[in-house]
T-cell receptor
Framework: GAVVSQHPSWVICKSGTSVKIECRSL??????MFWYRQFPKQSLMLMAT?????????EQGVEKDKFLINHASLTLSTLTVTSAHPEDSSFYIC????????????FGPGTRLTVL | KNQVEQSPQSLIILEGKNCTLQ??????????LRWYKQDTGRGPVSLTI?????NTKSNGRYTATLDADTKQSSLHITASQLSDSASYIC???????????FGDGTTLTVKP
């Protein structure tokens, strides 16, 4: 089956620093990748959608200057949380889909970000 | 506006019992419906995916049904196990834009 990995699985950082999270599709080419955040006991919230080689499309209310998304290749997308603050602490999950895959999304294991 | 509504919001059952989770959607035109299982602190894992022409699909003890006419789906879990405790998410994709609509999930707790 299609496998998506995320790195790191958890990260703790100081307020004001930037954190980069990687999302990789290990055994398929991901034409589209999605980034979600999830607060405890809440549903997944889509942050942005990125297609390889083009700019990400952000959902309403998501600051694109704060959450930088790069989808430089068909197997790698990165999310950088810039100048992180405690309210950015959350569970970040990526997913990936491939062209012709009925838009099925394969999810990564998630990254727990804690900002002190 | 495309919507996916799941019920119940949460459910507690005893180990070994069966249960059924519901998903109603308004996404149109419809492409496919997926059920995911999300353990706490983990990413969602796909259980089943159904297209318009399919009305039932099984994955071990999980059986999903789809009624595209009434825009309803259910996920039936047979002989529940403690490891079934998780959030179950219904996701519906339309034919346009490649975007999926997520339900809020049903939190299932299986008790011994």
């Amino acid at each position: 089956g299609a496998v998506v990995s995320q790195h790191p699985s958890w990260v703790i950082c100081k307020s004001g620093t930037s954190v980069k999270i990687e999302c990789r599709s290990l055994d398929f080419q991901a034409t589209t990748m999605f980034w979600y955040r999830q607060f405890p006991k809440q549903s997944l919230m889509l942050m942005a959608t990125s297609n390889e080689g083009s700019k990400a499309t952000y959902e309403q209310g998501v600051e694109k200057d704060k959450f930088l998304i790069n989808h430089a290749s068909l197997t790698l997308s990165t999310l950088t949380v810039t100048s992180a603050h405690p309210e950015d602490s959350s569970f970040y999950i990526c997913s990936a889909s491939f062209a012709g895959g009925w838009y099925e999304q394969f999810f990564g294991p998630g990254t727990r970000l804690t900002v002190l | 506006k495309n919507q996916v509504e799941q019920s119940p919001q949460s459910l507690i059952i005893l180990e070994g019992k069966n249960c059924t989770l519901q998903c109603n959607y308004t996404v149109s035109p419809f492409s496919n419906l997926r059920w995911y299982k999300q353990d706490t602190g983990r990413g969602p894992v796909s259980l089943t995916i159904m297209t318009f022409s399919e009305n039932t699909k099984s994955n071990g003890r999980y059986t999903a049904t789809l009624d595209a006419d009434t825009k309803q789906s259910s996920l039936h879990i047979t002989a529940s196990q403690l490891s079934d405790s998780a959030s179950y998410i219904c996701v519906v994709s339309g034919l346009r834009a490649g975007k999926s609509t997520f339900g809020d999930g049903t939190t299932l707790t299986v008790k011994p």
